[in-house]
């Protein structure tokens, strides 16, 4: 897709891979054809620009036909660079903006409170120098205030940003001792372990007085040998022959 | 004089509160400035408390129109739309109908000075192609641009509104309607199109060019965005002069719609009057004097408007 695209953001799609995998086609309760059912789980990606592991678990469940995934980046393509929800509804909000993302889940998390008819779950995928963003604890206090206990952030925990690494640039840690502090229960797990995955979203169901965050560990680029755990591939597509060498790697593992 | 228009939208928004079950108000502890503490004490599971961190503000009743409500989020017009990448981003770009309301604009304030003065929040907010932009003048009209937003579900609007009392200009059968411009008085040697806290004295202006034989026309603009282009062209044609009056700064506010709106006509010379520069402290009356914003100075700068531009026409 990112290589069709000939632009992109492979490496943060990449480490999201297992993550989102888990939450479509296990998690996420939906109907393809119903973007608008109001009674659907939300899922927003707040990291905007890791959006293709988003339209390629679009595709494989049905909403959008697979070939429209090399419509991404494409003039009129309702696969905008980063997401776009008023050409396509299934993403939940437009984001792209980093830091915004959690404050908009938290809208929708207190939205379900007020509506009688309707239960749903809201999720809300973050990157990790994304959380440098003020904003992001803006959100943050406000989720513990409110106890929106159905509100489930993500963390893909990739340790690298656009300029480096996240510990060189502006260090989260003691990120889980963060959170906890902000009134959220927390996960932490192997992000690219599908069941630790599934057991921690299945964990955060029991919380009634917590929003969750689950901290995920994962490897930026994962799965591609020289994407692997560097900026350098944050932001750019790869050559044919890259693409080649990326999917015989990707498909022995 | 009536009163502030950030009153009747406080007041306006209580009483409707109960027949629009999907209004729900977000305050980032400003509730008994921007006068929705009504509302709180009125429908307390619908009022939300975010604290002092309105970027948070926006982005949290942005996901709250994405499912379904109509979130009012007031705060003084320079903090709320100085939110303007998550506006632009969360609000905006998602046609979320979110109403930001932003009260405590323009000079009109006083004392607290230039920090707390809502001047650039016209430019701001009009730049987003989906939003609508509402400024009454009265508290009448507050009311029913307030009861307009409540039911709109076009998208993303923004309302402006006065700290200070405002005089009345509307009567009580008066009908607000949206994208229109009212002609407050007539007139033939020029038009004063003004909006908000300026109508006010740009009628007190009108009455006292009147006394010199001179015919001036004001209209009262309280959507700014879209404008009534239709009417702008009317007084184009008929007054061939149109000076532009409002307590915001001169770039990107009223007087800029109105000459976007009339950039292709020939038949006009349009003069924008506004704030310039950074606001200051001082009474609300003071400042306006010296801006140039009360009766008096807006009739002088209307003066010397016509006698250049007769000037130039060797009239
Ligand atoms: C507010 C804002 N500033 C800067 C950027 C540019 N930008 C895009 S991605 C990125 C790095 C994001 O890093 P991270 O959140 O760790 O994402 P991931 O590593 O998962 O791709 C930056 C700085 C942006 N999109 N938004």
Redesign the interface.
């Known amino acids: 897709m990112i290589h069709a695209a000939g632009s992109g953001h492979p490496g943060g799609s990449l480490s999201a891979a297992e993550l989102v995998a888990c939450l479509y086609f296990r998690v996420l309760r939906y109907t393809v054809g119903r973007p608008d059912d ?1 009674s659907r789980d ?1 899922f927003l990606i707040s990291k905007g620009h890791g959006v293709p592991v988003v339209y390629a678990a679009l595709a494989r469940a049905g909403c959008i036909p697979v070939d429209e995934l090399k419509s991404l980046r494409r003039i009129d393509s309702r696969l905008q660079g980063h997401p ?3 050409r396509l509804p299934y993403v ?6 980093l830091g ?13 409170r ?2 009688v008819k309707h239960d749903y779950r809201t999720y809300c995928l973050l990157g990790d120098g994304e959380l440098q963003a ?2 992001v604890w ?2 943050a ?2 989720a513990g205030k ?1 106890k929106t206990s159905r509100l489930t952030a993500i963390v893909d925990y990739n340790k690298v940003q656009l300029d480096g690494h996240v510990r060189a640039i502006m260090d989260l840690e003691p990120l889980a001792d963060k959170f906890a502090a902000f009134g959220w229960h927390v996960e932490q797990i192997d992000g690219h372990c599908v069941e630790s995955v599934l057991t921690a979203l299945e964990a955060v169901t029991a919380q009634s007085e917590k929003p969750s965050v689950i901290i995920a560990h994962t490897v930026k680029g994962k799965g591609v040998s020289f994407m692997e755990d560097t900026h350098a591939w944050h932001g750019k597509a790869p050559t044919t022959e890259e693409l080649e060498r990326a999917i015989a790697e990707l498909e022995a593992d | 004089m009536g009163k502030a228009t950030r009153a009747a939208f406080g007041e306006t928004l209580a009483r409707i509160g109960a027949q629009h079950p999907r209004v ?1 108000v977000l305050d980032a502890d400003l509730a008994s400035s921007v006068q929705t503490k009504k509302f709180a004490d009125a429908y307390p ?2 009022f ?1 408390q ?2 002092i ?1 309105e ?2 503000m ?12 109509t ?1 009012f989020i007031a705060s003084f017009a320079c903090f709320v739309t100085g939110r303007f ?2 506006i632009r ?2 609000v905006g ?3 979320a109908n979110v109403r930001i309301v932003g009260t405590h604009s323009g000079i009109g304030i006083g004392e607290d000075g230039y920090s707390q003065m809502g001047l650039e929040d016209l430019a701001l907010m009009r730049s987003l192609p989906n939003m609508v932009v509402l400024q009454p003048a009265d508290a009448i009209e507050a009311e029913k641009a307030t009861e307009f937003l409540a039911d709109y579900n076009g998208g993303p609007a923004y309302l402006r509104l006065t700290r200070q009392n405002v005089a009345d200009l509307n009567g009580d059968g008066y009908r607000f309607e949206f994208g229109k411009g009212v002609e407050l008085r007539e007139g033939n040697d020029l038009a004063i199109v003004a909006s908000g806290a300026c109508v006010g004295e740009a009628m007190a202006a009108a009455e006292l060019l009147s006394k010199r034989g001179l015919s001036v026309a004001v209209v009262n603009i309280h959507t700014i965005k879209p404008i009534d282009s239709d009417l702008l062209h009317r007084l184009a044609s008929r007054c061939r002069r149109i000076l532009t009056v409002e307590d915001h700064g001169i770039v990107g506010g009223l007087g800029s719609a109105v000459v976007e709106a009339l950039s292709e006509c020939r038949e006009v010379v349009v003069r924008v009057h506004g704030v310039r520069g950074y606001g200051e402290s001082g009474t609300g009356v003071e400042l306006f004097a010296k801006h140039g914003l009360d009766a008096d100075g807006i009739a002088r700068v209307a003066a010397e408007f016509i006698a250049r531009d007769s000037d130039r026409h060797g009239v």
Request: some cysteine; hydrophobic content about 45%.
């Open positions: 109001p939300r776009d929800h008023v939940e909000a437009a984001t792209g903006s915004q993302g959690l404050s908009v889940a938290l809208g929708m998390a207190l939205a379900e007020l509506d003020g904003q803006e959100a206090m406000a409110f | 729900v599971e619908r939300f975010i604290g961190a970027g948070n926006v982005g949290v009743a942005a996901g709250m129109a994405l499912c379904g409500l979130p990448e998550q981003m969360s770009y998602n046609n």
